[in-house]
Nanobody, 115 residues
Framework: QVQLVESGGGFVQPGGSLRLSCAVS????????VSWYRRAPGKQRELIGS??????SQMYMDSVKDRFNIFTEKNTMYLQMYSLIPEDTAIYYC??????????WGQGTQVTVSS
């Protein structure tokens, strides 16, 4: 049963931008999106960044911290990506937790950066 739904992936040229969204699939689910991950071809899934409960602080992996921004609006979490490079090509996943800190994953959305 899908609890988190990502959207916004696609094909973009190097230097371009994309905004990914992560929404809770049904109202009333007490799940808070907290992190974005990605899995590049042939690599393990890695943590891109996370956002605090109040949205007041974020952390990012070094390779994206000057290019990506995580923010939330009305329990939808966004990943705004700028200056995309081919190495950003991956399936992007959002991760959320409920009040007991049980984790939930979205199904992933493909981002392809290529000329």
């Amino acid at each position: 049963q899908v609890q988190l739904v990502e959207s916004g992936g696609g094909f973009v040229q190097p230097g371009g931008s994309l905004r990914l969204s992560c929404a809770v699939s049904r109202s009333g689910l007490n799940i808070r999106p907290v992190s974005w991950y990605r899995r590049a071809p042939g690599k393990q899934r890695e943590l891109i960044g996370s956002i605090s409960d109040a949205g007041s602080s974020q952390m990012y992996m070094d390779s994206v911290k000057d290019r990506f921004n995580i923010f939330t609006e009305k329990n939808t979490m966004y990943l705004q990506m700028y200056s995309l490079i081919p190495e950003d090509t991956a399936i992007y996943y959002c991760y959320g937790v409920d009040s007991s800190f049980t984790g939930f994953w979205g199904q992933g959305t493909q981002v392809t950066v290529s000329s």
